[in-house]
Every structure is written in structure tokens, then in C-alpha cells.
């Protein structure tokens, strides 16, 4: 199975459709006047399929159980043909593509199973995914040519050379993947006073983007979010909310972190964890949905929050 305890939870759907082609206008008769003898051929089929779309997982391999959360199933006569709509919605970590084909495939069977003593020309045809949401796909968003963005570190002991810097790297790294690649690169100590200066100058430079990673945590020297704060213009709580949450999911430790985010100016600060792991975590959190806010704040006057 893929490793997908990386991803966010989201509200997920699927449409798939499945056409059943009969050969003989009576069989179509048949259905429409409830004549087939094993019973009421879509009542049958929509319930194989709700089941067939719930045990999905337990027959494709390298799908994961997930819960299903609405299902419907819908066939409609139209001439000779009878066609299949399947929805199906979940809120979680991966898609239900499969298992809206899934359904689809197996009410297509059982309608093919109920009419075949009526039609020996019965065929399955057109099973397919019409449509699919959610994820991080529909949140998706170029950042543009222009957009330029600053990472900063702030560590005393990587000053000192007596650590090397992972964090920011795999911050720059996870930038990469939507087409954005930092002009700054900096490593401070945590000093008050410097974090305070690098923000200004990075605002006044008009940088759409601005991450700190570091000085997040409890000891007396972590300082960034109390030297941030001050300087927002625009506080964005929700952000390190969501971090928090989806670090939580997997480490009790995250409720220590003191990350906080907004606009200084037209930049967007944030402030992540020091830690490896805590930085890819919130980058996992918040990216791509973050780089919504940019279309949303353009042109937006950032007055300042009581």
C-alpha cells in the first residue's frame, strides 16, 4: 500500500457510470413494467453495488479501507440502454475513485446477472470515472515567476557550526514542489532583535513569502514568535492552528509549538518548528491550500489586528 499518513484529511468525492446495452426492446419493457422474474432488477443492483463500494478495499489490493460516508447509486432507462451513476464521499486522506468504479462495475453485473435469462446479448460497456474532487490536486496553484520568497533559520548552535541545518533545506525542498524557489537562504542566531530587522527588510522588499524555521519552542531562547507578533499587521491564527492539529495526529509534542503566521505588509510570515520533521509536517499541512491566500489578499489593505 502507498504510505499516505502524510496527507490531510479532506471531504473527497468520486462520480463513476457504467452503461448496460440491451439487445431486445422487451428486456427494456421488462424492466420498465417490473416483469423480470428474479425480482426488481434496479432495487437488486443498487444494494450489490452499495455493499461492492464498501468492500472495495477487501478486494483491490492497494486500496485502503477508508470511511464511506454517502453513496448513491442511480439507473435510468433511456431506449435500450440503462445507465449507472455512482457518487460516493468520504472525509479522509485519500480518494474514492475505485470505489465509485467499484459500484458502478458490480450494479452493471448485477443488472447483466438478473437479465441474462431475458437477453442472451447483454453487454457491460463505458465504465469510467467522470468526475473527482479533493485532495490536494483541486488546491493547487502556480505561484508564478514573480514570487518571491525567503527562508530563514534560527539557530544559535547552527551559527556556531556546531550543528548542520536539515530544516531549512527540506523546507526549500517541499517549496520545490509548487514551483517555488527561495532567492534568500539565511541562517541567524535567535536573537530578538535580528528576527525583528530581517522581517522589515523583507517586507519592505515586497517578498510575497517569508518562513522562519526555528526558536518555535519553550526555552529560553526560542523567541521568534514573541519577536514576530509584534510586527503582524494581519494575524492568520488559523494557519498555525492547522499545523498544530495535523502535528498532533502524530506527536503529542506539537501542541508545544508557539508557531504564529500573517501578513507584515504584503508578506506572509510564518513560523515554523526547528525540528526536521516539525518543519516538513507544517509545510505538509499547509501546502498547497496556503498559496490561496495570495489571490484572496491581493490588492487587500492589511490594517492592523487588535
Same mark, same amino acid.
Given at each position: 500500500?502507498?504510505?499516505?499518513?502524510?496527507?490531510?484529511?479532506?471531504?473527497?468525492?468520486?462520480?463513476?457510470e457504467?452503461?448496460?446495452?440491451?439487445?431486445?426492446?422487451?428486456?427494456a419493457? %421488462? !424492466?420498465?413494467?417490473?416483469?423480470?422474474p428474479?425480482?426488481?432488477?434496479?432495487?437488486f443492483?443498487?444494494?450489490?453495488?452499495l455493499?461492492a463500494?464498501k468492500?472495495?478495499?477487501?478486494l483491490?489490493?492497494?486500496?485502503?479501507?477508508?470511511?464511506?460516508?454517502?453513496?448513491?447509486?442511480?439507473c435510468?432507462?433511456?431506449?435500450?440502454?440503462?445507465?449507472?451513476?455512482?457518487? !460516493?464521499?468520504?472525509?479522509?486522506k485519500?480518494?474514492?475513485?475505485v470505489?465509485?468504479?467499484?459500484?458502478a462495475? @458490480?450494479?452493471?453485473?448485477?443488472i447483466?446477472?438478473?437479465?441474462?435469462?431475458?437477453?442472451?446479448e447483454?453487454?457491460?460497456?463505458?465504465i469510467?470515472?467522470? #468526475?473527482?474532487? +479533493?485532495?490536494?490536486s483541486?488546491y493547487?496553484?502556480?505561484?508564478?515567476?514573480?514570487?518571491?520568497?525567503?527562508?530563514v533559520?534560527?539557530?544559535?548552535?547552527?551559527?556556531?557550526?556546531?550543528?548542520? #541545518?536539515? %530544516?531549512?533545506?527540506?523546507?526549500?525542498?517541499?517549496?520545490?514542489?509548487?514551483?517555488?524557489?527561495?532567492? @534568500?537562504y539565511?541562517?541567524?542566531p535567535?536573537d530578538?532583535?535580528?528576527i525583528?530587522?530581517? @522581517?522589515g527588510?523583507?517586507?519592505?522588499?515586497?517578498?510575497?513569502?517569508?518562513?522562519?524555521?526555528?526558536?518555535? +519552542?519553550?526555552?529560553?531562547?526560542?523567541v521568534?514568535?514573541?519577536?514576530v507578533?509584534?510586527l503582524?499587521?494581519?494575524?492568520?491564527?488559523?494557519i498555525m492552528?492547522?499545523?498544530?492539529v495535523?502535528?498532533?495526529?502524530?506527536?503529542?509534542?506539537a501542541?508545544?509549538?508557539?508557531?504564529?503566521?500573517?501578513?507584515?505588509?504584503?508578506?506572509l510570515?510564518?513560523?515554523?518548528? +526547528?525540528?526536521?520533521?516539525?518543519?516538513i509536517?507544517?509545510?505538509?499541512?499547509?501546502?498547497p491550500?496556503l498559496?490561496?491566500?495570495?489571490?484572496?489578499?491581493k +490588492? %487587500?489593505?492589511h490594517?492592523?489586528?487588535?
Amino acid at each position: 500500500m502507498m504510505n499516505i499518513t502524510h496527507k490531510i484529511s479532506t471531504l473527497r468525492k468520486a462520480r463513476a457510470e457504467a452503461i448496460v446495452k440491451l439487445s431486445l426492446p422487451e428486456t427494456a419493457t %421488462a !424492466v420498465k413494467e417490473g416483469r423480470v422474474p428474479k425480482g426488481n432488477v434496479f432495487e437488486f443492483a443498487r444494494a450489490a453495488g452499495l455493499l461492492a463500494i464498501k468492500k472495495t478495499s477487501d478486494l483491490i489490493p492497494d486500496c485502503h479501507p477508508l470511511p464511506v460516508e454517502y453513496a448513491a447509486i442511480r439507473c435510468r432507462l433511456e431506449g435500450l440502454k440503462i445507465i449507472i451513476t455512482v457518487d !460516493v464521499h468520504t472525509i479522509y486522506k485519500t480518494g474514492v475513485e475505485v470505489e465509485a468504479m467499484h459500484g458502478a462495475s @458490480v450494479t452493471a453485473l448485477t443488472i447483466y446477472d438478473m437479465l441474462k435469462p431475458l437477453d442472451k446479448e447483454i453487454e457491460i460497456d463505458g465504465i469510467r470515472l467522470i #468526475d473527482k474532487k +479533493g485532495g490536494k490536486s483541486d488546491y493547487m496553484q502556480y505561484a508564478g515567476s514573480d514570487f518571491s520568497c525567503a527562508v530563514v533559520v534560527c539557530s544559535d548552535s547552527i551559527v556556531k557550526g556546531v550543528k548542520q #541545518d536539515r %530544516a531549512g533545506r527540506a523546507i526549500m525542498d517541499q517549496l520545490s514542489q509548487y514551483d517555488i524557489y527561495p532567492s @534568500v537562504y539565511d541562517i541567524i542566531p535567535d536573537d530578538f532583535n535580528l528576527i525583528q530587522q530581517r @522581517v522589515g527588510y523583507f517586507a519592505d522588499q515586497g517578498y510575497k513569502l517569508v518562513i522562519f524555521t526555528g526558536g518555535t +519552542g519553550l526555552s529560553k531562547r526560542d523567541v521568534t514568535p514573541e519577536a514576530v507578533s509584534p510586527l503582524l499587521t494581519r494575524s492568520i491564527p488559523g494557519i498555525m492552528e492547522a499545523a498544530r492539529v495535523y502535528g498532533g495526529m502524530r506527536t503529542a509534542y506539537a501542541m508545544l509549538s508557539r508557531g504564529v503566521a500573517g501578513f507584515v505588509k504584503d508578506s506572509l510570515v510564518l513560523t515554523l518548528p +526547528g525540528s526536521t520533521n516539525g518543519a516538513i509536517e507544517t509545510m505538509e499541512a499547509l501546502f498547497p491550500q496556503l498559496l490561496h491566500v495570495f489571490p484572496i489578499a491581493k +490588492g %487587500a489593505s492589511h490594517e492592523l489586528v487588535d
